[in-house]
Every structure is written in C-alpha cells, then in structure tokens.
C-alpha cells in the first residue's frame, strides 16, 4: 500500500518548515503567492489529503453528521437520506449513516461510533424497544446537539422533527367516511411507537359517532403480517370493503395477498395508505394515499440541526404537514 503524503513529507521535499506548509494550503495571506503555487504543486503531484480525523481530534469541530435509522432498505429512508446528504453537502459536511437493525444494543454501539468520530450532531430515528435515551442526551448535554426524527421517544424532552402523524391518520379515516365505506381493516404498525399510538388513537376518534361502520383494527410489524391479516380478512363471508394501512411497509404486504386473491380495486375492495408516495405509484390504479415526505422531514430536521449549532438551546417539537394524494383505489 502507498505511503500517505504528511504535511512534514511536503516540508521536506520543498525545505521549508510544516507551519509554512500548512499555511500554504490555506491560502494565507502570509505566505507569497510564489510558495504557494510550489506547495499547491506539489502536494497535487504527491496526492496529499488532510487528515481530517487528525484534525478533528485536535480542534474538536468536526464536519460531519452522524445518522442512525433502524434500516436503509426503506423508501421513507431513502428519501429522509437524500434530503439530509444534500443538505449537508450543500453546507460542507459529511454523513455518517448507521443502521441500528432495530436492535438497542446495536443503538448505542452506533451511537458510541458517532461520539468517537467526534461527529458535529446526531440524527436518530430510535427502535421500536428504545426505552432509555439517556445515553442521547449526555450527548446533547455536551454540545452535540442530537434530533430525534421519524420514529422519537414518547415523553422525553427533547428535539423531535415528526410528521403530522395524527393529522394523517385522522385525514384517511375522514377519507373512508367520505368515500362511504362501513368495513373497514386497518392495519397498524408496532404498538409500542410513539408514532403508531398517535396515528392509531386519531384513527378511532374518528369512528367514534359513525355507529353504522365496522371497523377491525390489527396489528403489523410487518409487510408479512400485513398480507396474512389481509388473507385471513378478505377469505371469510363478510369481508371488508377497505383496508387502511399505516405505512409502505404494510401496504405492500397488503397489495400481495388482494393481487393473490384477484380482488378487483377500487370494485371490490378500496384502499388507502399513509406513505412516501412511492409506493402507491407502483400499482394500477395508483394507491390514494396521506403524504408523509422523509426528503420534506429531512430538510426540517436538518434545519433545526443548523438552530441548535448556531446556539438555540430551547427544545422544538416540529411537525411536517399531511397532505392528501388522491389515486384511483378508492
């Protein structure tokens, strides 16, 4: 392997101290303009790079961000990661993404990897069993500011950046009212988040005067559990005339089990779902779905990131608004 090109190689090379050297790179007004045409040269011919770790260590100010999400493999994700990286990049930093795999244990290690590398803040979307953050707030609690997204602790104080996620819920059970349907499944995801309770207790509430509706509520942590309730549901007498879904994930467990089955959407069977957007787009009709927009979140989060580094102490609790995408299955 090559030898890495140091500030004292460089030094060497031209015989002039490292301080010059250094100094030369940076374009300082000290230094003529001679001698640094020779240093720029010659640390392009020899491939110099700062060490940036090294640096980092020595000035505590690092350029990057850390990033935690319990998978990648998610098209909210995809478009939350996308948001954040363009707006880092556009500001001079760098992202580190880590995946937790929903594991706490795998969590903290992440998040211990961020405090090693000196990151300049953290973003973290927690497991679905995070129940202690206070490793998060020590963090916080030493000027590196940290923003829970997405999936945040219940009743912690601290900086989370959500989507509207009562908003949305309620806005689809509204739709269903709307559209007349009195059989309805809807399917949520795992009780324990914050981000289910919220959408599920707006769901109900608005079902609570609308005696004439049936309405079967199940649990789905995942795309597989989504397809094996809509299987059991649509396969008895009385089946359902729409299914709500309260993420991409579970939509698409969904979609395979009434594609298996050849139920006729929006004829036989209405759906609607809360999403990214990408999804929905994917089947024929297009999915009507409640936008929840990972790029719209990660530009807000990375907002408030840039707020508490320039000083903003108070704690925020933000909100991206639901917007209702009207496709053909209902």
């Known amino acids: 392997m090559k030898p890495n090109t140091t500030l004292k190689k460089l030094s060497e090379?031209?015989?002039?101290?490292?301080?010059?050297?250094?100094?030369?790179?940076?374009?300082?007004?000290d230094i003529s303009k001679t001698t640094k045409e020779k240093v720029w040269e010659l640390s392009n011919m020899m491939e110099y790079e700062p060490n940036f770790y090294a640096i980092n260590l020595r000035t505590n100010n690092s350029k990057t961000f850390g990033l935690i999400v319990p998978v990648i493999s998610n098209y909210f994700y995809d478009s939350l990661i996308a948001s954040l990286e363009e707006e880092a990049r556009?500001?001079?930093?760098?992202?580190?993404?880590?995946?937790?795999?929903?594991?706490?244990?795998?969590?903290?290690a992440n998040l211990k990897l961020c405090r090693q590398s000196r990151v300049a803040g953290v973003f973290v979307s927690v497991t679905t069993e995070t129940k202690d953050i206070s490793a998060f707030l020590k963090l916080a609690e030493n000027d590196i500011p940290v923003i829970f997204l997405d999936k945040v602790p219940n009743n912690e104080t601290c900086n989370k950046i959500c989507m509207a996620d009562a908003e949305a819920a309620k806005m689809a059970a509204?739709?269903?009212?709307?559209?007349?349907?009195?059989?309805?499944?809807?399917?949520?995801?795992?009780?324990?988040?914050?981000?289910?309770?919220?959408?599920?207790?707006?769901?109900?509430?608005?079902?609570?005067?609308?005696?004439?509706?049936?309405?079967?509520?199940?649990?789905?942590?995942?795309?597989?559990?989504?397809?094996?309730?809509?299987?059991?549901?649509?396969?008895?007498?009385?089946?359902?005339?729409?299914i709500f879904c309260m993420s991409d994930e579970i939509l698409t467990g969904v979609m395979k089990a009434i594609q298996q089955l050849k139920i006729s959407i929006p004829t036989e069977l209405g759906v609607i779902a809360i999403s990214n957007g990408f999804i929905p787009q994917l089947y024929y009709p297009e999915i009507t779905y409640i936008e929840t927009s990972g790029f719209k979140?990660?530009?807000?989060?990375?907002?408030r990131m840039m707020a508490c580094m320039a000083g903003s102490s108070f704690i925020q609790n933000l909100k991206v608004d639901a917007i209702l995408v009207n496709g053909g299955s209902l």
């Open 297 to 303: 979140l990660g530009k807000l989060a990375y907002t």
């Open 90 to 108: 556009t500001h001079n930093y760098s992202l580190i993404i880590l995946q937790s795999g929903d594991d706490p244990a795998i969590e903290l």
């Open 174 to 242: 509204e739709t269903l009212v709307l559209k007349k349907k009195k059989r309805i499944l809807a399917l949520f995801g795992n009780a324990k988040m914050s981000i289910t309770q919220e959408r599920l207790a707006a769901f109900k509430s608005c079902f609570e005067k609308e005696k004439s509706i049936k309405l079967n509520i199940k649990e789905a942590n995942n795309p597989n559990d989504a397809y094996k309730a809509t299987l059991e549901a649509c396969t008895v007498k009385t089946k359902p005339d729409a």
């Open 13 to 29: 090379t031209l015989g002039i101290s490292i301080s010059t050297v250094s100094r030369a790179l940076k374009d300082h007004p």
